[in-house]
């Protein structure tokens, strides 16, 4: 009986009563996976042409005028904007200003 009044009391003088949350799959961060990844230990190569004609549904690499490097699949380039789409559909549509576009090539070539 002594000990079962104890642990009584024990138990209502307790602190911890709060139960942690599930976690929610969409709050758990991933990284993207890379456009183009080897398989061997080798890294990935691109062959690219700032020359080439580029159109829509090319694959491209552009460079920012802050140092930004990305590659991504051209979308529609205008006088004023650029929107190029992510290798990953989860990806929104990115658009640039042109004036914030150092250059822009087509990929020719990747090794993968």
């Known amino acids: 009986m002594?000990?079962?009044s104890a642990v009584s009391a024990a138990r209502s003088r307790s602190t911890n009563t709060h139960r942690s949350?599930?976690?929610e799959i969409a709050s758990i961060p991933s990284a993207p996976e890379?456009?183009?990844k080897s398989a061997t230990t080798a890294p990935s190569m691109i062959s690219v042409?700032?020359?080439a004609t580029i159109r829509k549904g090319d694959r491209v690499v552009v460079?920012?005028?802050d140092g930004q490097v990305?590659?991504?699949?051209m979308q529609r380039q205008t006088s004023k904007t650029l929107e190029l789409a992510s290798f990953n559909p989860s990806h929104a549509t990115k658009v640039l200003d042109m004036k914030d576009v150092d250059w822009i090539a087509r990929i020719l070539w990747a090794s993968q």
């Open 21 to 23: 949350a599930p976690r």
């Open 49 to 51: 042409s700032p020359a």
């Open 70 to 73: 990305m590659a991504k699949l």
């Open 63 to 65: 460079r920012t005028t």
């Open 2 to 4: 002594l000990c079962r």
């Open 34 to 36: 890379p456009a183009y």
